[in-house]
């Protein structure tokens, strides 16, 4: 039997380019996910910066193992995660939600799967000073395209 659902292809991802590059983000949504071997912080993130991807979201792990918590100490001090809660290793979800930072990001396809990487971090205060290199570097690899 067939249904007609209104929309339903509005909600296909595929028309929308993959986010790589430096992006000013909030946290929208968090999730600790426990995995055996592999326990993570699923993040959703609402771009904010730049104006072209405002609005956008994306989604991305850092996991929770003892070879990748120097990342997830990174992230949460960027963000201005609450020091005396992280004094304690402690992770509140809720105080996570509406941190503003800056993540560098790349999309990665591997075995028929997309993922989006959290590749680096700053602190929100330093978006200026990022995009405006980000914008730097990306002219001068036009302008050396065209030599």
Known sequence: MRRQIPGLHLNQ???ESPLDGFFLVQVERVAYRWHPQKPFLELRFLVSEPKPF???LFSGRLYC?????WKLN???RDFGYDAELLS???VDEKALLGLRGIIRT???TMNGRSFQNLDAFA???D?????????GESQQEKDSDGL
């Open 65 to 69: 193992t003892d070879k990748a918590l």
């Open 88 to 90: 304690h290793d402690q």
């Open 127 to 135: 978006w200026e000073v990022l995009s405006c290199t980000s914008i």
């Open 106 to 108: 790349s999309y990665l």
């Open 13 to 15: 991802q595929h028309h």
């Open 74 to 76: 990174w992230f949460l």
């Open 54 to 56: 405002e609005a956008r």
């Open 123 to 125: 602190a929100a205060d």
